[in-house]
């Protein structure tokens, strides 16, 4: 874990800050929503210091959350969706493994053998190792950059098999529409870094015994990245 998170020269408390910015990104709300909430706490701060929170602590906790252990078991399921940008057509290329846990995500103006090559050299250098299988839909630049990238690893291209990666971009679509789209590609970059990391500490996979018993150790850690008492 890298090193404690400081609130020097922050006249709120770090809980009131970690509560901020962990309503901001767990959940659909807009930065006016989050100073509501936080209002009816009798916690008086603005929607652009919630801002400006987000911006400084969110990239600060996403480093010091652990990431799943990676396995040459695994599977990644790759898409990509469209994301319009100041009437510019962007794409975020996402991979998410066989649980639905947000592997990487890239925000690229390109839809071409060229993007799909920087997501799996991405992801190779991320997980250390290649995956037993990777599933994508038909877009053919996956096909031409696994042979260049990873020659060795099976990959199956059909839509249908395909839901778990499709169905990662629902909770993007929801915050998108809430914060009413993005300004620029690097605050997309920088937004969807935080927002998968929060999720993928809090959504339990589907394999978990006991939901609340792995939200309670979610919150536990959140707290220990935030550097705040439990």
């Known amino acids: 874990m890298s090193k404690p998170v400081s609130y020097k020269r922050h006249r709120f408390p770090p809980e009131i800050i970690a509560h901020a910015v962990w309503l901001y990104f767990r959940f659909p ?16 701060v603005s929607y652009e210091t919630v801002r400006r929170w987000a911006l400084k602590f969110g990239p600060a906790y996403t480093r010091r959350l652990r990431r799943k252990a990676p396995s040459r078991r695994d599977i990644w399921h790759l898409d990509e969706v469209v994301v319009t ?9 996402r991979a998410v493994d066989q649980d639905g846990y947000v592997l990487d995500e890239i925000v690229q103006t390109r839809r071409n053998t060229k993007a ?9 250098r991320k997980q250390g190792c290649p995956p037993r299988r990777m599933i994508s839909d038909k877009l053919g630049s996956y096909a ?44 997309l970059q920088r937004f969807v870094s935080v927002f998968s990391a929060v999720r993928n500490l809090f959504v ?5 015994p ?21």
């Open 210 to 230: 006991a939901t609340h018993l792995h939200r309670l150790n979610a919150m536990a850690e959140w707290k220990a990245v935030a550097n705040i008492a439990a």
């Open 204 to 208: 339990p996979p589907r394999s978990a």
């Open 29 to 44: 709300l807009s930065l006016r929503l989050v100073e509501e909430m936080l209002l009816e706490r009798g916690i008086l």
């Open 144 to 187: 031409s950059a696994r042979r260049q990238i990873m020659p060795d690893v099976e990959h199956r291209s059909h839509k249908g098999l395909n839901n778990r990666a499709e169905n990662s971009h629902l909770p993007f679509r929801r915050r998108e529409r809430a914060m009413q789209g993005f300004r620029a590609p690097r605050y």
């Open 116 to 124: 799909a090559k920087r997501l799996l050299t991405r992801l190779l």
């Open 85 to 93: 940008i100041a009437g510019q057509k962007h794409w975020l290329w």
